[in-house]
């Protein structure tokens, strides 16, 4: 089939639902139906959708020749097959779904774009297979899927057979995750019901235009059951932005843009350029000058060190937060994404800090909660569905201690970082880049390389910790740091650590782009080494690295015979 190009009528003027000013037709189509008063983001049909996102507006149809019918007769106030028919005048659409190859931002994309005006976008049988056929599509031609959704619900016309396209398209998108093929959600207002409760939630990023509302209730149904008033902003975008259930919010203007960088990093990588040959991290202890290990903790401390935000600032492209856990929250001590580091696609992840009281008290001082640990096995998941290397920064005093992180689950949160990090199948590099407090810190740390900056410290408590436990005197804080062996030196003494990142003088924060530029060329040298691995020696490789430490037992042996397998 060739592209189409889409083409809508705008009248002469239009009533802003949301401020109810009169908008000029025309500008309210060129500003993408974003009325320009208020923001308040108008309803689009899917041709309109179609074009708007799709490079120079151009896309071509699916050839799915898929009609709903009427299984059950059903009839209310006039039969359903008569609401279909009338539907479909109105519309001039077959089914609540277009389906359509496209690019966004250069890179190929399969399409299945719902319309809400095809009774209501509702998921019947025919929705439900284009959209199960769309992602087949995508599946054959190892094509980004992305889906457009904007739903009441499941088809109560066609009964429980509309509940079964919840299963069916949950299903074939399972499918798309065990061939690593990525999957975007754009919510759009309403998604409610079986879709949302289905593939809207279900792909690997969900991004959603302002004041989007999603939920599985709608708010009246909700109200009249547990007869409360709900807050205004119950359900919207901004609302589950901050509780953990999508990725980010994005102004329709922008859309284009910031889909088309998700897809860049769903197409993959061309091969990595090899870094300069000369390592730039120190290998042996040997090489470095002792010094007072609490000093090491108060230049780790120093609030003017860069931390992870200001890092993926200077040496990445192209960054992309993700938010949440898709469980119970976000939090803002952990901060991840897609990035590029030159050619290569990594999926970044770091405990955050800050340089004033504001964002420290809004990070939290860098210590994660649960959320936090979830949020981070979330994208390491999608890394490793992808075959994206991770890097993580750590940079915290540890887990929070607080009583709402005993409730959620801290300990469990942190183990089940622990497993899955030691499982992983693709190149982790983790660099301490200023305290690495106790288990908060390893929740990060389980890599196939771990660095440290030359001021940095990791340790399994703090020395104001280990001083009033051991000594019951706080005030012995610098001896119990000499104790604790928590300096790089010491660290790569003992192979805790795999190399030294050498610091500008006056350490990292006196010269933030020298230090950047250490950490950058560090990170490539670890992923161009860790590349010529495969997928099934990477996680040996991870395992054996760990299971070194208090034992004579080595596992070079697994490596090699490994090795002469593949061969």
């Not at 990525?182 to 235009?209: K, Q, R």
């Not at 922008?254 to 120190?282: C, F, H, N, W, Y």
Request: proline residues 5%; charged residues 25%.
């Amino acid at each position: 089939m060739t592209r189409t190009i889409a083409r809508e009528s705008s009248a002469d003027w239009v009533l802003c639902p949301g401020c109810h000013v009169p908008v000029y037709g025309k500008r309210l189509h060129r500003n993408a139906r974003v009325c320009p008063e208020c923001q308040v983001h108008l309803p689009l049909t899917a041709e309109q959708r179609l074009t708007q996102l799709a490079d120079d507006g151009r896309y071509e149809l699916l050839p799915i020749d898929v009609t709903g019918n009427d299984p059950l007769r059903f009839t209310d106030t006039v039969p359903y097959s008569v609401r279909l028919d009338r539907a479909r005048r109105q519309t001039g659409l077959n089914e609540a779904v277009l389906c359509a190859r496209a690019f966004i931002g250069g890179s190929p994309v399969v399409m299945a774009v719902m319309d809400f005006r095809f009774l209501g976008g509702s998921l019947g049988t025919a929705v439900g297979e284009l959209i199960t056929v769309a992602a087949e599509t995508a599946l054959v031609e190892r094509t980004p899927l992305l889906i457009v959704t904007a739903s009441g619900g499941a088809r109560m016309q066609e009964g429980a057979l509309s509940l079964m396209q919840m299963a069916k398209t949950s299903a074939a998108l399972g499918e798309l995750d065990r061939a690593g093929i990525l999957t975007i959600a754009l919510i759009t207002d309403p998604t409610f019901g079986g879709v949302a409760a289905s593939f809207a939630t279900l792909t690997d990023v969900i991004v959603a235009e302002p004041r989007a509302r999603l939920g599985f209730a709608g708010r009246r149904v909700i109200e009249q059951t547990i007869h409360q008033q709900l807050p205004p902003e119950f359900q919207t975008a901004e609302f589950l932005l901050d509780r953990g259930f999508i990725d980010m919010i994005v102004e329709r203007r922008r859309l284009r843009l910031a889909l088309g960088r998700l897809l860049r990093v769903g197409a993959g990588s061309r091969q990595p350029t090899e870094p300069e040959m000369v390592d730039p991290v120190i290998r042996s202890h040997q090489q470095l000058s002792e010094q007072d290990p609490w000093r090491s903790v108060g230049e780790a401390r120093d609030i003017q060190r860069p931390t992870t935000l200001d890092y993926l600032s200077m040496i990445f492209e192209d960054f992309l937060e993700l938010h949440g856990d898709r469980i119970s929250g976000e939090c803002p001590a952990v901060v991840g994404g897609l990035a590029w580091l030159d050619d290569r696609p990594v999926m970044v992840i770091g405990q955050q800090k800050g340089h004033d009281s504001t964002e420290l008290i809004r990070r939290n001082f860098g210590m994660p909660r649960p959320a936090g640990y979830r949020k981070a096995a979330r994208l390491m998941r999608l890394a490793e569905k992808l075959g994206v290397p991770v890097v993580t920064l750590v940079d915290t005093p540890g887990a929070y201690p607080g009583a709402d992180a005993e409730e959620q689950g801290q300990a469990v949160a942190i183990a089940e970082n622990l497993r899955l990090m030691a499982a992983l199948t693709i190149p982790v590099v983790s660099v301490v880049i200023g305290e690495g407090g106790s288990g908060g810190a390893l929740g990060l740390a389980v890599a196939n390389q771990v660095l440290i900056f030359a001021s940095a410290v990791y340790s399994v408590i703090s020395p104001e910790g280990c001083a009033a436990i051991v000594w019951k005197d706080p005030a012995r804080a610098p001896e119990a740091a000499r104790a604790l062996g928590l300096d790089a030196r010491t660290l790569l003494r003992l192979g805790v650590v795999d190399g030294v990142i050498p610091e500008p003088a006056g350490g990292t924060g006196a010269d933030r782009l020298l230090a950047a530029d250490r950490l950058g060329a560090a990170l490539r040298h670890s992923l161009y080494g860790l590349s010529r691995l495969s997928r099934a020696e990477l996680g040996v490789d991870r395992r054996a690295r760990f299971r070194q430490f208090g034992s004579a037992v080595t596992i070079e042996a697994e490596l090699r015979t490994m090795s002469e397998e593949a061969i």
